[in-house]
């Protein structure tokens, strides 16, 4: 009997927008939450939950009163809202140092105070934080930068998919290629697939090389 749940939390990577909604249809009571935070912020970040989740279920919500947010560009300026770059904090929260690892702690930090998170995030016009990725884990297609989340989120959507993780593949003219490899259905079909990628991703965001293990 699970009436009197009231919280549905999650962590350390974003869901599906599908897997939030089916959160809010299983439950009675219970509402879908998540949020952002790394150990280095003392796992304060940000939060959201309920309506505004579902409303925004990419999204890791907006920042807590302790925490200051920004996202910047290769240079370290500051980039318009909406635009992505790399994520940096700043708050009382902060952990002081890297055990016995000075050089780490001067890298990790800019001139100003600000943390280097490392992760590729945007900011929205109503100040929810969406995590893109992890700046090492980018795929550089001709020189496009594509979020292996954003392809994962676009996969996950279909039906027939249970799990699918993407990565980078050498590609001698452009550098990079998108490949994914897909754990689904016995009748997953992989042209079916990428037709539906091609309604969910930019053209070069869609997977080039597709590795299918069914269930």
Known sequence: ??????????????RTPDQVRQIDDAFDTAVPNTGWGMTETSAIGTLIFG???LAHPLSSGPAL???????????GAEVPTGERGELQVRGVM??????NKPTATADAYTDDGWFRTGDVALIDADGHLYIVDRIKDLIIRGGENI?????ENAVDGH????????????DERLGEEVGITVYGTATLDV????EFCRGRLARHEVPRYVTVHDG
């Open 94 to 99: 902060m952990f002081r140092e890297y055990w």
């Open 51 to 53: 309506q505004d989740y």
């Open 191 to 194: 042209d079916d697939l990428l």
């Open 1 to 14: 009997d699970l009436s009197s749940l009231v919280s549905v939390g999650g962590g350390g990577a974003a």
């Open 159 to 170: 039906p027939e998919v249970i799990e699918a993780v993407a990565y980078a593949v050498p």
């Open 65 to 75: 009163a302790v925490v200051d947010l920004r996202v910047v560009d290769d240079d």
């Open 147 to 151: 979020g292996c989340g954003t392809v």
